[in-house]
């Protein structure tokens, strides 16, 4: 539990390490980091699109796969970078690392349960 | 702008037990919460998908009983495409504003830096660009009561307005969270005291941003 106003960890003249962070995990990336990001996620989202206008491709057994890695690899990109997670304290990255993955494997189950995967697998 | 540091400690930082600010904590306890809530409506929105009894489906096409003509499936993907372009772009110009609110206190010599650290620009820019994503969202949903999809409807209604229009109530909190900020930083300029303050908007924002990543791809995407 924590103690407000109570110097648990005594200050030691730094915002980074009154927030928790060792100075040199507290390094933020620069704005040209952040554009690269920006620019790197609208990458991704053309070719999300594009490949949804071939035929060819969706109907292929590499299109779904390929769609989850794609969101998977964006939304990586934006917790790690623009969140911070990769840089900050990780007490945060356990708080969200923890629900996120009941979240997928609730999803998982669910859908072997009573959804497209479980009829699937019945045949 | 060079790599950014946070600036000295102000006067009213809590120490806490664990060295981190209550605030943050709390801030990452309820992004976790948040997942497993929208977890439990994408699974049920993909459960349901494909089990809808009368159209309009969102993929496939299917014919209207009123007009006794085939339509294609609801979905308006180059819609959503610009819709979800528009979030990602949200989503840069939230970060550069609160890497501008922890740089205040350095010297912008030039006028790239001057524009790279102004926070009201990039709030501004921000909060504009979330409420364009709310404006093609409402598009989207006029559109698809005008074509006879409601929540009422069939099974893919009810769990697609469900869906995305939970996101879209938090993408409006976040838009009043923005403009609150905007207002305090125009009245009396955001500074890296405040940096924590515009840190939980923006971790609320991105965590809005990477939701729909997802379902862009689950529901608008994938057949």
Redesign the interface.
């Known amino acids: 539990?924590?103690?407000?106003?109570?110097?648990?960890?005594?200050?030691t003249?730094?915002?980074?390490?009154?927030?928790?962070h060792p100075?040199a995990e507290?390094?933020?990336?620069?704005?040209?980091t952040?554009?690269m990001?920006?620019a790197i996620?609208?990458i991704i989202?053309i070719i999300?699109?594009w490949a949804?206008y071939i035929p060819a491709l969706?109907a292929s057994r590499i299109f779904?796969p390929a769609?989850?890695i794609?969101?998977a690899a964006?939304?990586v990109i934006?917790?790690m970078?623009?969140?911070h997670l990769k840089y900050d304290?990780k007490?945060?990255r356990s708080?969200?690392a923890?629900?996120?993955a009941?979240?997928?494997v609730?999803?998982i189950a669910?859908?072997l349960l009573?959804?497209?995967l479980g009829d699937r697998l019945r045949g | 702008m060079t790599a950014s540091a946070h600036a000295p400690a102000p006067a009213h930082v809590h120490y806490t037990t664990t060295g981190l600010d209550n605030r943050k904590i709390a801030i990452w306890a309820f992004i976790g919460s948040e997942c497993m809530l929208f977890a439990s409506l994408i699974s049920t929105y993909l459960i349901y998908k494909g089990k809808s009894r009368v159209g309009p489906y969102p993929h496939e096409p299917w014919t209207n009983p009123l007009t006794g003509q085939t339509q294609a499936g609801i979905l308006d993907i180059p819609i959503t495409s610009a819709s979800t372009f528009v979030l990602l772009m949200s989503s840069l110009a939230m970060v550069l504003a609160l890497a501008a609110v922890q740089n205040k206190h350095i010297p912008k010599p030039t006028r790239g830096d001057r524009i790279l650290g102004s926070s009201q620009l990039w709030l501004f820019t921000t909060a504009l660009l979330g409420a364009i994503f709310l404006g093609f969202q409402a598009f989207e949903f006029t559109a698809f009561v005008n074509e006879g999809l409601t929540i009422k409807t069939n099974l893919f209604g009810s769990t697609f307005f469900t869906l995305t229009g939970f996101h879209g109530a938090h993408v409006t909190v976040g838009v009043i969270w923005l403009v609150t900020l905007l207002f305090i930083d125009r009245r009396r300029n955001l500074g890296p005291a405040d940096a924590l303050n515009v840190d939980l908007c923006a971790l609320y924002w991105h965590f809005v941003d990477v939701v729909w990543i997802a379902i862009f791809t689950l529901i608008y995407l994938i057949e």
């Open positions: 539990m924590a103690h407000e106003h109570v110097p648990q960890n005594p200050p003249g730094s915002h980074a390490e009154a927030h928790g100075a507290h390094v933020h990336p620069t704005a040209r952040y554009f990001v920006g996620l609208t989202t999300e699109v949804y969706v779904v769609l989850l794609m969101s964006k939304f934006v917790v970078f623009y969140m304290h007490l945060f708080l969200f923890g629900p996120l009941i979240a997928v609730t999803i669910l859908l009573f959804g497209q």
